[in-house]
């Protein structure tokens, strides 16, 4: 009996040590892997907010030049420049959110680039509290897609 429970001892010990083995080996496996998933996730997060930084600086150009444009300021040759610029940057813009934006920030992005559309045809007339408030839903959209806040930031000014 003495042998027996010895040899089962020495087999239990086995089966411990192995799977304890076992055990570190997909433990090492798993934290691997997510060592990989939180890269991964960490770029893209990056990305983004690279992305939607040169979103902004973007709608930031186009705004100062639409504001140039719908005030009459400038001969009609920077007119026409700044029509070239509006097109360059918006199809820019359309394009790096395009990549990976949800089509929520799709959505308010277009609402507000179809306004300023129609501002640069002569179909609209600027409203600064028109495109504030466009502005602020992109933002909000953004803010929502990359986990700063769920809740809206509004405009409390009074112009």
């Known amino acids: 009996m003495e042998k027996d429970r010895s040899r089962h001892a020495e087999e239990l010990?086995?089966?411990r040590a192995n799977l304890q083995a076992e055990n570190e080996q997909r433990m090492r496996q798993l934290q691997s892997e997510i060592d990989i998933f939180n890269e991964k996730h960490l770029k893209a997060h990056h990305d983004k907010l690279t992305t939607y930084r040169m979103g902004t600086d973007i709608i930031a150009a186009i705004l100062t030049d639409l504001e140039r444009f719908s005030e009459g300021r400038g001969d009609p040759e920077e007119a026409g420049k700044?029509?070239?610029r509006f097109t360059n940057e918006r199809i820019r813009l359309?394009?790096?959110l395009?990549?990976?934006a949800p089509q929520s920030v799709m959505d308010a992005q277009d609402s507000l680039i179809d306004y300023l559309l129609m501002i640069m045809n002569g179909s609209a007339?600027?409203?600064w509290?028109?495109?504030r408030e466009l502005s602020l839903n992109f933002l909000n959209e953004v803010r929502k897609d990359?986990?700063?806040d769920e809740t809206n930031i509004e405009y409390r000014g009074e112009l």
């Open 13 to 15: 010990e086995n089966l």
């Open 82 to 84: 700044i029509k070239d």
């Open 94 to 96: 359309y394009a790096y």
């Open 98 to 100: 395009g990549m990976l």
């Open 125 to 127: 007339k600027y409203q």
């Open 129 to 131: 509290n028109k495109v």
């Open 146 to 148: 990359i986990g700063i």
